[in-house]
C-alpha cells in the first residue's frame, strides 16, 4: 500500500487530467472572405480543439471543421443588415454563455472584445484589427452612413466602447503600429503589434507567375502595354483608385487597375476625364493579379489602411510598392528599400518615385515580405498567449 501522501498526489493528477481545458476564439460576424477572417483562420490553426462564437456566420464552409456557436441575431433579419444590427450587437455579446472556457482569444473590429468583461477572472486575448472606424473615425469609413450622420449616437457608442474596454482585464494586440495608436487615442489601452499574416510563401515561391496562367489570362497579360503601374484592390471609393488613375495619367504612365466591385463605372469616367492610358483587368484570378504585381513597374497603394496586406502580397511577388504616409502600409514598405512613402500624390512626385523604384531589388521586396509570414504571426501569437 502506497504512502498516503503518493495516493493523494496520484489522486490530483487524476483530477487534473479529467479537467477539461477549453479555449474559445470570439469573432464577430464571419463572412466569405476577408482580411479578419483570415487572421480568425491562422489563430484556429494554432488551436484545433478550440470552438469558434461569433454573432452569426455567413462563411459557408470557412470553418466546417469545428463547433461554430451564433448569436440570436442570427435568426433575425438583421443579420443582413449591419447598419441596423449595431444597437443590437452589445445585447448579443451579453447573451452569450460559454461553458467553463479556460482561455477566450478574441478577433474584434466592433465589439466582440467586450465578452472578456464576462468572464473577468478567465485569461483573455484581443487581437483588435481596429476600434470600430465608423464609430471612433466616420471621415476614414462611411460604409454606415446612417450612423456616421448622427454624431449624438457616435458619442454614445463611443462612450460604452471606451467604458466596457477599460474594465477589461484583456491583453490586447493590434495588427499595426497605426492601430496600436489609435487603440492608446480612443481606448486608452496600449497594445502590443502583432502584424497579421499574408500567404507569402505560396507567392513567393513562384519566380514567374506568367507560366502559371491559363491561355485566356496569358492574353491578357500581353494586351497590356509593356510598361504600366498597377492599382488593385475592391472597387469602392476609399480604396483611391481614382487616385492611381489620376497620377498615372498626370505623369504620362499606363495604368492597369485590378479588381472588382460597385465603383468600376465611375472609376471608367474618371479614366476618360483624366484622359489616362488606363486597362481594366476585373476578376483576376490570384495567379494574374500575382503576375500583374510582377509585371508592373510599381504597385500604387494610395488609401490609409490599419495594416493593408496587398502592399505585402505585392512584395512576396517582388513588386516595388509605392504608399503614403500614413497607415499600415507604411509600416511593411520600407521607405527606400522596398518602395517610396509619398506625402501627396502628384504625377510629378510619382515621377520621381517610378525613378526610385527602378534601383530596388525585387529580391528585397521578398525578403521583407517574409516578415508577414504565416509562420511569423503564429510565432508572436504564441510569444502572446500563455499556454494553459
Known sequence: MGHPRHVAISSLAVCRRSIRMTTYLVHEWIEGIGGSEKVLRAIADLYPDAEIQCLWDDGGRWFSDRVVRETWIARTPLRQHKALALPAIP????????????????????????????????????????????????????????????????????????????????????????????????????????????????????ACWTDELTVKEQAILESLPDYFVLGASRFVPYKALDTVIRVAAEAGVPVVVAGQGPDRDRLNDVAEVQGARCCFVDSPSDALLYALYQRAAAYIFPPIEDFGIMPVEAMAAGARVIVGNQGGASESVIDGITGVHLEDWTGETLREALKQVEKMPAQDSKSRAQAFSLNAFHAEVNKWVTPL
Open 91 to 206: 445585447l448579443a455579446w451579453k447573451s452569450v454563455r460559454m461553458n467553463d472556457p479556460s482561455r477566450i482569444i478574441i478577433s474584434s473590429h466592433l465589439f466582440a472584445h467586450h465578452v472578456a468583461n464576462k468572464y473577468p477572472h478567465v485569461p483573455a486575448y484581443v487581437y483588435t484589427h481596429t476600434p470600430a472606424r465608423y464609430i471612433w473615425e466616420p471621415k476614414l469609413d462611411r460604409r454606415i452612413p446612417s450612423v456616421g450622420g448622427c454624431d449624438w449616437l457616435l458619442r454614445l457608442f463611443q462612450r460604452y466602447d471606451r467604458n466596457q474596454t477599460q474594465r477589461s482585464s484583456a491583453q490586447f494586440a493590434a495588427n499595426s503600429e497605426f492601430v496600436a495608436r489609435r487603440i492608446e487615442r480612443c481606448w486608452s489601452v496600449e497594445a502590443r503589434v502583432i502584424y497579421p499574416p499574408v500567404d507569402v510563401d505560396r507567392i513567393s515561391s513562384v
